[in-house]
T-cell receptor, first 114, second 118 residues
Framework: KAGVTQTPRYLIKTRGQQVTLSCSPI?????VSWYQQTPGQGLQFLFE???????NKGNFPGRFSGRQFSNSRSEMNVSTLELGDSALYLC?????????????FGPGTRLTVT | AQSVAQPEDQVNVAEGNPLTVKCTYS??????LFWYVQYPNRGLQFLLK??????LVKGSYGFEAEFNKSQTSFHLKKPSALVSDSALYFC????????????????FGAGTRLAVHP
């Protein structure tokens, strides 16, 4: 089975621009979560989607948004980019978003904002 | 507040020696605990989880973890470390969100860097 794929792998943007990141979960997985990873803040939860519905959202400003499509693929969008948005953005999928379900992570998208 | 703590930023071990990466948690209710590993420039890989039952959980790559309810700990262990085990290790706990109709969230520790020296 193919793993979680994320595109693009690397991205360089300038302040004020917007960006869209894409995530394709493992086949059959219906839950997708997004995380931001930085050296200073570690892994921070952004949001989780299941059946095209956002089930949970982390403590990020409204500039960060996401969606999930009927095939479970997900996108996240960051508008009006700031230097502090530079990070590794990780997507993870699981069969269900249950308490006992482990998540499988993609390789991440490295976003650099200049 | 519900949280996970990894008290060591870095653990250094000689190859062939046993290793332990520590994790403690604070949750109300039953803890659902996970260990993940991250190699450089890669995403996280699932190692093992504790849901219920036997306190010693076996996972991938020869790793195991011991759940201790009285000490609220879930330490990751391996009997004999390899240089290739050098990576960043994350402990995590899934907790239900109150009054959310069954939603939950995964809380990660800050991570522990394991360095295995030849």
């Amino acid at each position: 089975k193919a793993g979680v794929t994320q595109t693009p792998r690397y991205l360089i943007k300038t302040r004020g621009q917007q960006v869209t990141l894409s995530c394709s979960p493992i086949s059959g997985h219906r839950s997708v979560s997004w995380y931001q990873q930085t050296p200073g803040q570690g892994l921070q939860f952004l949001f989780e989607y299941f059946s095209e519905t956002q089930r949970n959202k982390g403590n990020f400003p409204g500039r960060f948004s996401g969606r999930q499509f009927s095939n479970s693929r997900s996108e996240m969008n960051v508008s009006t980019l700031e230097l502090g948005d530079s990070a590794l953005y990780l997507c993870a999928s699981s069969f269900l978003p249950g308490l006992t379900d482990e998540q499988y992570f993609g390789p991440g998208t490295r976003l650099t904002v200049t | 507040a519900q949280s996970v703590a990894q008290p060591e930023d870095q653990v250094n071990v000689a190859e062939g020696n046993p290793l332990t990466v520590k994790c403690t948690y604070s949750v109300s209710g039953n803890p659902y605990l996970f260990w993940y590993v991250q190699y450089p420039n890669r995403g996280l890989q699932f190692l093992l989880k504790y849901i219920t039952g036997d306190n010693l959980v076996k996972g991938s790559y020869g790793f195991e973890a011991e759940f201790n309810k009285s000490q609220t700990s879930f330490h990751l262990k391996k009997p004999s470390a390899l240089v290739s085990d050098s990576a960043l290790y994350f402990c995590a706990v899934r907790v239900p969100l109150p009054s959310s109709g069954g939603y939950n969230k995964l809380i990660f520790g800050a991570g522990t860097r394991l360095a295995v020296h030849p």
